[in-house]
């Protein structure tokens, strides 16, 4: 298995409070996808990151942000939380862009209150 | 613009029957397909892909999918189903002329098999 780890894997927040989940791996893979999982819409790229402090936005990103200051660390925050960003996010990460396989995180389970 | 179009969002057979997941794709350079298979409360982890060569690509687990470019299909099949193999089946493309970041994931397919 890839090393694909996500921080925290549940948790609970009150609408407009910020949140940050964070993605580590262990792999020194290039590029680092942040998704959002929701039934009836399989998975949305939100952000992506193509090497040290190369982000780009993805097809869902308002109310967005992320970082990576590290190859290992891509950190997705939610600026100020929303009930439409409850949902499932995981983490991907893959060595090259066109054609590569994509290996994912475990997920985070995110319920904003 | 791509987009991928997954026919049945749940699809039930029993145990020993040949599992049919079917795949439409939209793309208008030659593109790159895959199959990923989610299991409960896990990530997604890939079946298959399609990239250059042969279009019939073997997967995992007696997995298999045909490109077919006639048809903009890439459907997934298995000649018998085992109870294991019940989970959430995407299909998935990304091409060149989005620099491959941008995988459009269907909507996935929950398949169900009976004992």
């Known amino acids: 298995d890839a090393g694909i780890t996500q921080s925290p894997r549940h948790k609970v927040t009150e609408t407009g409070t910020p949140v940050t989940l964070r993605c580590h791996q262990t792999?020194?893979?290039?590029?680092m996808y942040w998704y959002r999982q929701d039934p009836g819409h399989g998975l949305r790229l939100i952000h992506y990151?193509?090497?040290?402090?190369?982000?780009d936005k993805g097809e869902v990103s308002d109310g967005y942000s992320v970082s990576r200051s590290k190859t290992e660390d891509f950190l997705l925050t939610l600026e100020s939380a929303t009930s439409s960003q409850t949902s499932v996010y995981f983490c991907?990460?893959?060595?090259?862009?066109?054609?590569?396989?994509?290996?994912f995180g475990p997920g985070t389970r995110l319920l904003v209150l | 613009a791509q987009s991928v179009t997954q026919l049945g969002s749940h699809v039930s057979v029993s145990e020993g029957a040949l599992v049919l997941l079917r795949c439409n794709y939209s793309?208008?350079?030659?593109?790159?397909l895959f199959w990923y298979v989610q299991y409960p409360n896990q990530g997604l982890q890939l079946l298959l892909k399609?990239?250059?060569?042969?279009?019939l690509v073997k997967g995992i687990n007696g997995f298999e999918a045909e490109f077919k470019k006639s048809e903009t299909s890439f459907h997934l099949t298995k000649p018998s189903a085992h109870m294991s193999d019940a989970a959430e089946y995407f299909c998935?493309?990304?091409?060149?002329?989005?620099?491959?970041?941008?995988?459009?994931f269907g909507a996935g397919t929950r398949l169900f098999v009976k004992a």
């Open positions: 793309s208008s350079v030659p593109p790159y």
């Open positions: 399609y990239t250059t060569g042969a279009t």
């Open positions: 792999e020194n893979h290039r590029y």
């Open positions: 998935a493309v990304s091409d060149q002329n989005t620099g491959g970041f941008k995988t459009i």
């Open positions: 991907a990460i893959s060595e090259s862009t066109s054609g590569e396989t994509q290996y």
């Open positions: 990151s193509y090497g040290v402090k190369d982000t």
